[in-house]
């Protein structure tokens, strides 16, 4: 039996071990991580994250061909194929803050699986790294003299948070970077691929070199980010000219060269993924001499920071100036529908801008916890990944505990709110009743939908002064100062 260790309990890990024991069962996988309380709730009822259809799978496959350990090194020593699916924040500190990648995790793991490997063994790359990191694991991998073989294999993670499930069981592609000049390297690269034949069509298992597959990885984010970024860009215009947005990429998308998706205008892209890609990537054209590419690439994030920017100036200018004081009911905290997962997410710039304009915020979100929301507004910048196993631990800045208030329903926030943000698309908020929120409201009461979820026409029957990203003004709006 080929015995899979993943090291690492994450979103990625957790769900990609999962669907690869459901769809292997003569495989079995063991996903170990040093946080006892991450483990402790794969091992329970509640998951530790909130994935569609993620249960379904654990529940099928645990105890039987998969297991959550916190026993790191047994399980290591054990496998036949280790993934590495650490955390790598952004650096804080040193050399390329703010953009390179911390491969403090990755190396620590990768040391670890030297010391106490006792047979060859597949080191799998799952985590997204910089370009050429597998290169410098192999360098600690194969100083082991130890006379073991290591092979290392880039095996990049498509999934999106939301639909990681059915992102696995029917991937667009499964890309195995591996070094196809040796013979090592050709066989380590079959077995994985043996691994995902199991249920992906071979024609969809594409096998490149090591540095493609990593550099696959951060293009493909670069790409979809920056699509975003194009059209929030339109949204600006579309605002100051009368277009609507949403039309604007309609007609765009039916272009089949350019084809219809990942082109809705929002308040921002978030998650663990977008932003720090880019700035790897950004870093690394830096690194290799090529400013103007990573000048190219920088401004899919300018833009992206403009449009969080945009929309707080948006909400205070049209509030006569001023929030101080007043209540702002905040309707999604997550960075996108159907995650609790608040890593880069819009909400934390957005209420951050909020809280600095001295407004009071009552948070509504149906997964993300308030101790996460708090810790969130309390970070610096970065620091949200570099604390792997402990995230609760930081206490809640003062500043913010006496200005955010966490509520447990949409109509609990929004009772005495002056004004209505909506920051994740989340279904609920289609199809609130939004007369009786109106009616529980000081007047004139605002909504600000940051993701178009609202029907702007009968909220404005109602009563109600709208703001949506990238949409004709509403005529309150037109007359207020002009936003930067
Ligand atoms: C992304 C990639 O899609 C995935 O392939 C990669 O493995 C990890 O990064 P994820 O971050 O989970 O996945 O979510 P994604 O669906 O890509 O959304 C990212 C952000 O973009 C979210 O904040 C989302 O709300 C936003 N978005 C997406 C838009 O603002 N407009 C769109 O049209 C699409
Ligand atoms: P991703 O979204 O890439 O899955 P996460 O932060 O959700 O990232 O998961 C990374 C996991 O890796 C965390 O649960 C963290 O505790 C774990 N981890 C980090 N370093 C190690 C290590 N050396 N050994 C085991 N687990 C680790």
Redesign the pocket.
Known sequence: MVKICC????????PTMAVIALKCPSIEVAV????VS?IRAWNSEKLP?YEPGLDDVVKKCRGKNLFFSNE?EKNVAQADIVFV????PTKTSGLGAGKAADLT?WE??AR?IADVSKSSKIVVE???VPVKTAEAIEKILTHNNKGIEFQILSNP?FLAEGTAIADLFDPDRVLIGGREETQGGLKAIKTLKDVYAHWVPQERIICTNLWSAELSKLAANAFLAQRISSVNSISALCEATGANVTQVSYSVGKDSRIGPKFLSASVGFGG?CFQKDILNLVYICECNGLPEVANYWKQVIKINDYQKKRFVNRLVSSMFNTVSGKKIAILGFSFKKDTG?T?ETPAIDVCKGLLSDRAHLIIYDPQVAEAQMMMDLSLPKFDW?SQ??SPMQIPTDESVSQSVKVVHNAYEATKDAHAICILTEWDEFKNLDYKKIYDNMPKPAYVFDGRNVVDVGKLRQIGFIVYAIGKPLDPWLKDMPAVA
């Not at 170990?32 to 946080?35: A, E, G, L, N």
């Not at 699916?85 to 790598?88: C, D, K, L």
């Open positions: 090291i690492g309990a994450g979103y990625v890990g957790g170990v991580d040093i946080s991450r994250i790191v699916s650490v955390n790598t995790y620590s793991a670890m799952k985590s997204t993670e663990s997962d890593r990944d792997p196993g």
